[in-house]
Structures are given as structure tokens and as C-alpha cells.
């Protein structure tokens, strides 16, 4: 399994700039040195680069499954189309809402969703539709920014170290591995830390040794 530590644009913050799937690591701009490589050895992934509404920051507004990425409305139509493009097998699809911090609020993978709960139904059913999965409304740790606070592969879920007893029962219901953690050295936001699949992890590199095991255990990564 793959286990490595990295930066991207000299800012540790990595998943704010990148989703990935089982295939495909999507990332935001064009990374310089051996970011690519790290993430390819790593995720066994290939790379796709590109801008959203001219940002970098992929890994705050999109969402990725194996089914479907889903882009918000305020991405452009010239970068819409060349995501087309680039990833025929890919259902591409442009969601309308107030939390267009798509990645942010939504938790996803292969099979199932956590989403924030000020989703409406309407919202929620439009979601479940798009990436062919059921979705869950909950908070974790408090945070309804569900994405950007935890980690989900198809392998196990790594959750905020401020998950309450009730929310972590509700996940161990959900799935089969659940761990805690922290990541870049005490940041409750290991979203936005990392980029995980079921392959490996690629962790900020002020992420510690002691996080970076808590987030292996819980992705079934040893």
C-alpha cells in the first residue's frame, strides 16, 4: 500500500487541491517537482490537471466518485467541456446550491455519502442520483462541513478527533473501519490534509507519524 507525505504549492493543505477515485487524481493547477509522481507511486492513480471558475482549489468545490464528478455551478463552460474530454468513463455534472463547496460538504464514496445536513431533500436526492449512492445527513465532530473534516475510501472512514459518542456509533453502523485523527500536526480539517483511495494516502508533510498510523488503520492500509 502506498503511504507518503507531500506538499503542493508549498502549502500542506493538499486535499484543497485535489479529489481522486480508485483511477484518477484530479488536481487543480499544474504542480510542480515530484508532486505527480508521489501521487501516482501512491494512489496508483492517473493525473488530470486543471482550473475551476480559474481556481486551483479542486479539492474545496468538486466532488469525485468512481461514478461521477460533480462540479459547481460557478465553474466555467470551457472547463467543463475539456473535463468531458478528458474522462469519457466519468459522468460530469454541474450542481446548483448555496454550498457550492461541493467537496467541503459532501463525503463520498463508491457507496454511500455523508452529506451536510442543510442539504435539502430535494438537494439530497439530486446528489444520491448523480454519484449512484445513498446519502446520510449528519454532522461529525460537529462540523457539517463533512468533506473537508474527515476521510472516506471504500476501504474505512478516518473521522475529526471531536466526533461525539453518539456520531461515532452512527458511522460504525455505516462502515466496517473507523479510526480517529488529527492531521498536519492538530488540524481537525483531514479532508482538506490528505488524498486517499482504496490504494494509499498521500498526508500534508506536517502530518506526524502518530496521525498518519491512525489514518492507515482506519483506511485499511497496513
Known amino acids: 500500500m502506498g503511504i507518503a507525505k507531500m506538499s503542493l504549492y508549498g502549502n500542506d493543505f493538499i486535499?484543497?487541491?485535489s479529489v481522486?477515485?480508485?483511477e484518477l487524481t484530479i488536481i487543480g493547477g499544474s504542480?510542480?517537482?515530484s508532486g505527480e509522481t508521489i501521487i501516482k507511486e501512491n494512489l496508483k492513480t492517473r493525473i488530470v490537471e486543471t482550473?475551476?471558475?480559474g481556481s486551483d482549489l479542486i479539492g474545496i468545490y468538486s466532488v469525485l466518485n468512481s461514478r461521477a464528478l460533480i462540479l459547481p455551478e460557478m465553474a466555467y463552460k470551457s472547463e467543463v467541456d475539456r473535463l468531458k474530454n478528458e474522462l469519457p468513463g466519468i459522468e460530469i455534472s454541474v450542481f446548483s446550491s448555496n454550498l457550492n463547496?461541493?467537496?467541503n460538504n459532501i463525503l463520498a464514496n463508491d457507496k454511500l455519502a455523508i452529506i451536510n445536513p442543510r442539504y435539502t431533500t430535494e438537494e439530497t436526492k439530486l446528489i444520491e442520483e448523480l454519484l449512484?449512492?445513498?446519502a446520510v445527513k449528519m454532522s461529525i465532530g460537529g462540523y457539517e462541513t463533512v468533506g473537508a473534516n474527515n476521510i472516506l475510501t471504500n476501504k474505512g472512514i478516518v473521522i475529526n478527533n471531536r466526533v461525539s459518542e453518539d456520531e461515532e456509533s452512527s458511522l460504525k453502523d455505516l462502515f466496517k473501519n473507523v479510526s480517529q485523527s488529527t492531521g498536519n500536526m492538530g488540524s481537525l480539517s483531514i479532508g482538506l490534509c490528505t488524498i486517499a483511495n482504496s490504494n494509499g494516502i498521500v498526508a500534508g508533510n506536517?502530518?506526524?507519524g502518530y496521525e498518519l498510523a491512525n489514518m492507515t488503520d482506519g483506511l485499511l492500509l497496513e
Request: zero cysteines; a negative charge.
Open 206 to 208: 506536517a502530518t506526524t
Open 101 to 103: 463547496a461541493l467537496r
Open 132 to 134: 449512484g449512492v445513498e
Open 51 to 53: 482550473l475551476l471558475n
Open 31 to 33: 504542480p510542480q517537482g
Open 15 to 17: 486535499g484543497a487541491f
Open 20 to 22: 481522486t477515485n480508485e
